[in-house]
Structure formats: structure tokens, C-alpha cells
């Protein structure tokens, strides 16, 4: 009973975010239903009661710890799939006051380039009754402010969004899913009669993808077809992007009711790197469709899903004190960290550090977040690391790095370029990765047929 009303308090907003603690305390309790309870409970409250979830790491009693680290994964992954909320009250603001209270809101830095451009004291006014999506709000920032952005082009090791003055944003059909935004790029259709006959192969070529080959079209020509249109996925830039699945087309008309949908599944490949997990990344995928004999002026409805895995940072990251580590090991739940050395090279004024990396404790549990994709502890995938390990100076300015090797399996060699010759790093920080699996779906209506 006392379990039930847990939870029933929790639905109706009626336990305190200070009751967190509490609930946390009770993931320990002897009866089953009440462990049981309190973890529903906990994962309900969702991001308020991550603080007292995350304090529990250091719980003695392996049931909290190991209850409490599950609830954490499964509210990190629901995070990572709802957008990002801010509110616009601004009356007659400067253009970078406006800029830096919507990066407070959504913990994105927004970045005006030119940094110094008188421009940014021009004063502007925005306002909502209401909080509104990330996206949503750098539009209307970029419309009022003449300013524009390139979705997908933000720094690697942190997430930024850069702002350029001039232009305007770009404009063209978009799909705005939680914190994915899909984006029309064009619509391609191409047709050709090839009059040179193919070699002789021993088994029939597979046509590429998008293409449809017809029976000749007379006596010394072959026609093929191709119809496909570009689309491309980006986030927040707090979030990281990872295509797991090819597009699927789920409903594509025409204004005269002909369907433009492939018949079949045709496995498509980008030449980009998709696979990259980067910070605000954008994914260029390809939706093949079916270009009627009579078709009609435009496409009435486009309708598409792509799988991907979405991956954020977590707070407060393993910190290492460069400063006589080599040789030394450093672990929290999320990896164990060996520095097997640190050298330093005068000359160059460039700095190589030899790290060692294996999952941590939160790594080999069985109890994933629901939806999450299991991590890969690949050290020859460096872009993943691009957004996990981080070096600063003495002032906390985070110091450029590559790639610059690999020992062995589990073994690699980072090699920094500080931007100041004066600049010595000073910490290494490793930041875990909350992770989940989704499906972004997109829609467009009322496209112009090419």
C-alpha cells in the first residue's frame, strides 16, 4: 500500500523534489514492492530527482547503488528525445544580451561572429507567452536580429551553435520533431537514355541506388530514371547523432493521388561520413520515390522515419590533473582511465598524452535504459571521442587535439595545439555519454514536383 501511494503522488505532482532523498533511501527497503515502488516512483519525478539519483553513487548498499545508477541511465535516455524549452521576454534588448540569456536557458552556447561587430548592441524585442523549442526560438532570434546559421557546423568538444549577421536563415521546408529538425534539401529527378552498350558481366549489375531501369526505349538506347529527394537530419547542438537504420519512405503522394513510393526496400549510402558522432552533426540521408508517367505539379505529402542514437554529455566529468599522472589509473562509474604518459615536446610546443580506456561499473550493467544502445568502447573510432575527452589550461580554455595513434586495442595517443604558445594543459576531463535509440519522422506537404 505504502509503495501505491507512492506513486500515486508522484502522477499527480504531489511529491516535493526534496522528497528525493527519501525515495532514494527506499530503493534499499527489505520488502520488494516497496524497492519496486520507489524506482517507478523516482523515474517519474525524471530530472529533478537526478541530483539525489547521482549522489546515490556513493550509497553503501549495492542494491541503491545499482537501482539508483539504472534509474539515472533511463531518465538520461528520455531526456535526450525532448526539446529543449526557452522563453522569449525581451523588450528592446541588445542583440547579445538576447544572445547570451538564450544560451543560459538552453545550456547551448550561441556564438556571434564577428565577435566585436558593432551590430550586437543594436536592440531588438522578443516575446512569448509561453516557453517555446529551441529551434522554434533561433528562428525568430535570426529573423529579428538578421542573422543566420549553418545547422550542423558547431565545435566538435562542446555544444555551440555559431550566429553570422547578414543574410537571413535559410529558408525551405522543415520538419521539427522534439530536438531533431528535419530539413527538405532538394528534390532531384534525372532521366537518361544510354546509347553505349554495357560490358558483358557474369551476373546482372545492380542499379544504383534510387535508380529505375526500363526495357530499352528503342533499338539502341536504355533509359533509366532517377527520382530521390535529400534530406538532412540535425539536433541541438547538445546532442550527438548516429544513423542506425536506412530511411523509410512511409507515405508519398502526389496532388493528383499517385503514389510516389518505391516498391521494395533499397538499401541507400550516403558518401558522408554518418557514422560520426559529433556534436550537432548533420545527417544526409536519401528518401528513393517513384516518379509517375503523368505526375502531378506537386508532391501533396512526403512522410519518412529514420532510426538513429542520440548521445549527450553527462555532468560532472572524470577530472585528471595532468601534473604527475603518468603512469596512474582514475575510474568513476563511467571508465577507467590509465595515463601511461605524458610527453611534452618544447620545439613544436605540442604535448602527446597516452591514454588507456575501458568502460566503468555503470558500463557493465545489465540494466540499460530502455531504448539505449549499448556503448562501444572502440578507441579506433576517435570522432566518438571528440565529444568525451576535453583538455584545458590553467584557466579552464579548452586546448585543440587529434588523433594521433593507437597501441593497441584499448590504447591511444591524443596529441594537443594549443591556439596561446603560453597555454600548458593542465586537466584532462572525460565526460560520460547519456545515450538513447529513437526514430526522428519527418513530413512535408505541398513540395513542388521537380
Not at 512569448?128 to 568538444?157: H, K, M, S, V
Not at 593497441?408 to 594537443?416: G, Q
Request: net charge neutral; hydrophobic share 40%.
Amino acid at each position: 500500500m505504502i509503495g501505491a501511494k507512492l506513486v500515486l503522488l508522484v502522477v499527480l505532482g504531489q511529491v516535493p523534489s526534496s522528497d528525493a532523498a527519501a525515495l532514494v533511501a527506499k530503493l534499499g527497503a527489505g520488502r520488494y514492492a516497496d524497492r519496486e515502488a520507489a524506482s517507478t516512483a523516482l523515474e517519474r519525478m525524471g530530472q529533478q530527482a537526478l541530483p539525489a539519483l547521482r549522489a546515490a553513487a556513493s550509497a553503501r548498499d549495492p542494491e541503491v547503488r545499482t537501482r539508483a545508477g539504472a534509474i539515472v541511465a533511463r531518465i538520461e535516455g528520455s531526456l535526450l528525445t525532448k526539446p529543449t524549452l526557452v522563453t522569449l521576454d525581451f523588450q528592446d534588448r541588445p542583440i547579445a544580451d538576447v544572445a547570451r540569456s538564450l544560451s543560459e536557458q538552453a545550456g547551448i552556447k550561441l556564438a556571434l561572429f564577428p565577435e566585436n561587430l558593432p551590430t550586437w548592441q543594436s536592440k531588438i524585442t522578443l516575446r512569448d507567452t509561453t516557453p517555446i523549442t529551441f529551434w522554434n526560438a533561433i528562428d525568430r532570434f535570426c529573423d529579428a536580429a538578421n542573422l543566420q546559421y549553418n545547422e550542423g557546423a558547431t565545435n566538435g568538444r562542446e555544444p555551440i551553435l555559431p550566429l553570422f549577421y547578414g543574410g537571413g536563415r535559410a529558408a525551405g521546408p522543415i520538419s521539427d520533431q522534439g530536438p531533431f529538425r528535419v530539413r527538405l534539401v532538394n528534390l532531384h529527378y534525372q532521366r537518361d537514355v544510354n546509347f553505349q552498350p554495357a560490358p558483358r558481366v557474369a551476373s546482372p549489375p545492380v542499379a544504383p541506388a534510387g535508380r529505375l531501369t526500363s526495357s530499352p526505349a528503342a533499338s539502341s538506347g536504355v533509359l533509366t530514371e532517377q527520382f530521390f529527394a535529400q534530406v538532412q537530419i540535425v539536433a541541438e547542438p547538445r546532442l550527438s547523432l548516429q544513423k542506425t537504420g536506412e530511411l523509410k519512405v512511409l507515405e508519398a503522394i502526389d496532388d493528383r493521388g499517385q503514389s510516389l513510393v518505391a516498391p521494395g526496400t533499397i538499401s541507400q549510402r550516403h558518401s558522408g561520413y554518418n557514422s560520426a558522432v559529433i556534436p550537432g552533426s548533420a545527417l544526409p540521408v536519401q528518401a528513393t520515390l517513384v516518379r509517375p508517367k503523368e505526375p502531378g505539379v506537386s508532391i501533396r505529402k512526403l512522410r519518412g522515419m529514420v532510426p538513429i542514437t542520440v548521445r549527450m554529455r553527462k555532468p560532472n566529468p572524470l577530472v585528471v590533473t595532468l601534473a604527475n599522472s603518468a603512469g596512474k589509473s582514475f575510474h568513476n562509474d563511467d571508465v577507467v582511465l590509465n595515463i601511461v604518459d605524458v610527453k611534452a615536446n618544447p620545439q613544436s610546443n605540442q604535448t602527446s598524452i597516452e591514454l588507456a580506456i575501458r568502460g566503468g561499473d555503470s558500463q557493465s550493467q545489465n540494466d540499460q535504459a530502455p531504448g539505449a544502445a549499448a556503448e562501444d568502447f572502440v578507441p579506433h573510432r576517435p570522432d566518438r571521442f571528440q565529444q568525451q575527452i576535453e583538455v584545458v589550461d590553467a584557466q579552464g580554455r579548452a586546448i585543440p587535439w587529434y588523433h594521433s595513434g593507437f597501441a593497441d586495442e584499448s590504447r591511444m595517443t591524443i596529441t594537443l595545439m594549443p591556439n596561446d604558445p603560453g597555454s600548458a594543459p593542465a586537466q584532462l576531463r572525460y565526460y560520460g555519454l547519456a545515450r538513447a535509440s529513437t526514430e526522428v519522422t519527418f513530413e512535408f506537404t505541398d513540395v513542388p514536383m521537380p
